[in-house]
């Protein structure tokens, strides 16, 4: 399940990437979206609107290898999909090109995938095979705590002194927990779910 979000990202990414084609003039807009480019102003929009999908794109690709960057690149580009959609339904009985129409479908595919997504990343991460889902956070050497809930970074069978020293005879491997509520003490024994364990 850990791979789903990133995946997600990435593929949308390139969708988002296609659109860059048009910043090489009129031609490529008019072959992208079956709509001839009248005036050099709209040329003008348009090119630029393909340099802006592709910093999107840019974005959400570099997030998809960057946990704490999941939420914002999901909300980003649900909003970039769900507004042309939206824009594409208020004009549908207008004479849109074919091509217009395929960009809706296929923008509707990636929303639905970006739904899954946001689903999966606000379920959190599930714990792997033989792992105990839930345990003692007793010492943790520091507590960080946003929207009622705590990362809790613990020693493994050490205290949390002998934990913080640079000395490399005394540094112990380190979970990382997922722990709620959060809570203002260093010391309280929360209840946590462990994410990764990382070597000190």
């Known amino acids: 399940?850990?791979?789903?979000?990133?995946?997600?990202?990435?593929?949308v990414a390139v969708v988002h990437a296609l659109p860059i084609a048009g910043v090489l003039g009129a031609g490529k807009l008019a072959q992208l979206y079956g709509t001839?480019?009248?005036d050099a102003g709209t040329e003008l929009l348009l090119r630029h609107r393909a340099v802006l999908f592709g910093l999107l794109a840019a974005f959400m690709g570099y997030a998809a290898i960057r946990p704490e960057l999941h939420r914002p690149a999901?909300?980003?580009?649900?909003?970039?999909?769900?507004?042309?959609?939206?824009?594409?339904?208020?004009?549908?009985g207008s004479t849109l090109s074919p091509e217009l129409a395929t960009v809706a479908r296929v923008d509707a595919v990636a929303m639905a995938l970006l739904l899954v997504a946001l689903a999966v990343h606000l379920i959190g991460p599930m714990p792997g095979p033989g792992s105990r889902p839930r345990s003692r956070c007793r010492q943790p050497l520091r507590t960080l705590c946003t929207h009622q809930r705590a990362v809790c970074i613990c020693g493994l069978g050490r205290s949390a002194a002998q934990a913080n020293t640079r000395n490399s005879s005394t540094m112990a491997a380190v979970n990382v927990w997922l722990c709620a509520p959060c809570s203002p003490s260093r010391s309280a024994a929360l209840t946590c779910r462990l994410i990764r364990t990382e070597a000190s």
């Not at 399940?1 to 593929?11: G, K, S, W, Y």
């Not at 999901?74 to 549908?92: D, I, K």
Request: glycine share 4%.
């Open 36 to 38: 001839p480019v009248q």
């Open 74 to 92: 999901l909300l980003a580009g649900l909003v970039s999909m769900a507004s042309f959609l939206v824009l594409w339904w208020q004009l549908r």
């Open 1 to 11: 399940m850990r791979f789903v979000v990133p995946v997600i990202l990435f593929v």
